[in-house]
């Protein structure tokens, strides 16, 4: 509670001073805003369900090209992390396109698919998958050998294997990928809808610009802000907590 | 002649293994010839690295012999199978599951449906006296109850042999003194055969009916002493403790067993 206390107090501040800046007048209205009209326009924004379409349509695309990485990637890193072959020759074309920011597919997507949601969704999982796999194999690679050979002592071969020793010992480090992967995501689509016309957070960010609505810039940032803490805080490190906690590791 | 015998539980024929690591050869096992009766209580006692957990790792079928075979009941070893369960000497508990789903595991990948399964587990949970951490997770367990979590693992799946790799050696003596009390008690219950790899003599001549000591690298069979002691034997019984002495090399201690002959025969 304390420490919840002190972040209040933290914000306060910073709004406090936000507040002091813009009354000395540095910059014209329409350029720096005040933190009450920045509040109006969320207000107003979510009254007249301008944002919250907005944000509909960003977590719609966010839901769809984030599940298809989920699925891709955890398949994938799996694939590499046992079969040698693979690993070899897909393992080493993932790192590198790992290091490829996402939005530089963007131009191959507009050719592809066009100017569409499909163009999007492509963009979001480019930037989601690879961190996915990447997180899944070396989860993978690192399950203790022990394990296999108790697993298998047990009884357990083939897909069992998988399912009983395999995956779930990976599980920590495939969850690491999973919350690089939501993070990865959420910047590729915001990036994306910026790029092109769209609908979406990305695009009421680019309407504020050209309305040069300041207010409107920075609310929309604000709700981009907290759309990406909730999910980290509220899904991926409960998710962690609970995994650790099972397992008795330390929360680092 | 032989054939006209009843066939041991587990024979070994000639087996050996050498790993090759860096470009160096090193020959861990030598000419392995062994039988093991039904419900025989063997003891495998060396010095470290003389290959008696890789013995256990070929008969429990998860490494190949360069050589040799392996019969089970009269059947050739070619894999793992759930007539022989090892414990490993670190256990490798599941700690992703819960002290029951553990116990559960093995009966799991034989398909086994689940009500069955629980009441078994429970049933083996109770042997080993944890019933009531049935829902613990692996972490929150001390060594002992860990090492019964291993037990009750094996058990769940009633293997015919039952593989143990130096079980007690991260224990406190106490725990060490319940645990073998404990599991001659279920040995007895339970006539599994059980083959358990020690470097501790004392612990080797307190459980074994018979005890094999093997020579350092490669690992050949030394000798073979027969214990005939009355159950259940403590490791502090006297007739253990006057070799107060008992040195930690083998060839030492075969000196000092030889002085015993009254209390141990033996056969080679």
């Not at chain 1, 897909?159 to 009983?164: A, D, E, I, K, R």
């Not at chain 1, 759309?227 to 397992?247: C, M, P, S, T």
């Not at chain 2, 096992?29 to 290959?51: A, H, Q, R």
């Not at chain 2, 060490?176 to 358990?196: A, S, V, Y």
Request: glycine share 8%; proline share 4%.
């Amino acid at each position: 509670m304390n420490g919840f206390l002190r972040r209040i107090i933290f914000y306060a501040l910073l709004i406090a001073i936000w507040e002091m800046v813009f009354r000395l007048h540095i910059w014209e209205e329409f350029l720096f805003p005040a933190p009450l009209s920045v509040l109006q326009t969320l207000v107003n924004g979510f009254m007249d369900r301008t944002f919250l379409i907005g944000i509909a349509i960003s977590m719609r695309r966010i839901t769809i090209g984030y599940g298809i990485s989920v699925i891709a990637g955890i398949l994938l890193g799996l694939l590499i992390g046992r079969v040698k072959l693979l690993d070899e020759t897909v393992g080493s074309l993932v790192l590198g396109l790992q290091t490829l920011p996402s939005i530089t597919w963007l131009p191959l997507a507009l050719l592809w698919f066009g100017l569409n949601e499909k163009a999007i969704i492509f963009v979001v999982i480019m930037g989601a998958v690879f961190s996915i796999t990447i997180g899944t194999y070396s989860g993978v690679k690192g399950v203790p050998p022990l394990y296999l050979k108790a697993g298998r002592n047990r009884g357990a071969q083939g897909y069992q294997l998988f399912l009983q020793v395999i995956i779930p010992a990976a599980l920590p480090s495939i969850v690491v990928g999973l919350k690089q992967g939501w993070s990865w995501a959420w910047r590729s689509l915001m990036a994306g809808e910026l790029l092109f016309v769209s609908l979406g957070l990305g695009f009421l960010l680019m309407m504020g610009r050209e309305l040069n609505d300041m207010s409107q810039v920075i609310a929309v940032m604000i709700i981009i802000i907290i759309i990406g803490l909730v999910v980290d805080k509220l899904i991926f490190a409960k998710l962690e907590r609970n995994l650790y906690e099972r397992w008795g590791l330390d929360l680092a | 002649m032989y054939l006209k015998r009843e066939l041991p539980k587990l024979q070994l024929k000639n087996v050996s293994k050498t790993f090759h690591t860096k470009g160096v050869e090193l020959k861990v096992l030598e000419d392995i010839d062994l039988g093991v009766e039904e419900g025989e209580f063997l003891c495998l006692v060396g010095p470290s690295g003389c290959g008696k957990s890789t013995l256990l790792n070929i008969i429990a079928g998860l490494e190949e012999p360069d050589s040799g075979e392996i019969f089970s009941n009269g059947h050739k070893v070619t894999g793992p199978g759930t007539d022989r369960v090892l414990i490993f000497q670190e256990l490798a508990l599941f700690p992703w599951l819960t002290v029951i789903k553990n116990v559960e595991f093995g009966l799991k990948m034989l398909k086994i449906d689940r009500k069955t399964r629980e009441g078994l587990a429970l049933e083996y949970l109770k042997m080993v006296h944890l019933s009531k951490f049935k829902d613990a997770y692996v972490y929150q367990l001390s060594g002992g109850m860990k090492q019964r979590v291993a037990l009750a693992r094996a058990l769940a799946m009633d293997p015919e042999i039952l593989l143990m790799d130096e079980p007690f050696v991260a224990l406190d003596a106490q725990t060490g003194d319940l645990l073998r009390d404990e599991l001659q008690h279920i040995w007895k219950e339970t006539r599994k055969t059980i083959i358990f790899v020690t470097h501790n003599v004392r612990e080797a001549v307190c459980l074994g009916d018979r005890v094999l000591v093997f020579s350092a690298r490669p690992g050949r069979i030394k000798k073979e002493l027969r214990v005939e002691y009355p159950r259940p034997r403590h490791i502090e019984d006297p007739w253990l403790t006057l070799q107060r002495h008992l040195p930690e090399y083998i060839q030492y201690v075969l000196v000092q067993l030889k002085k015993l002959p009254y209390i141990l025969n033996q056969d080679s």
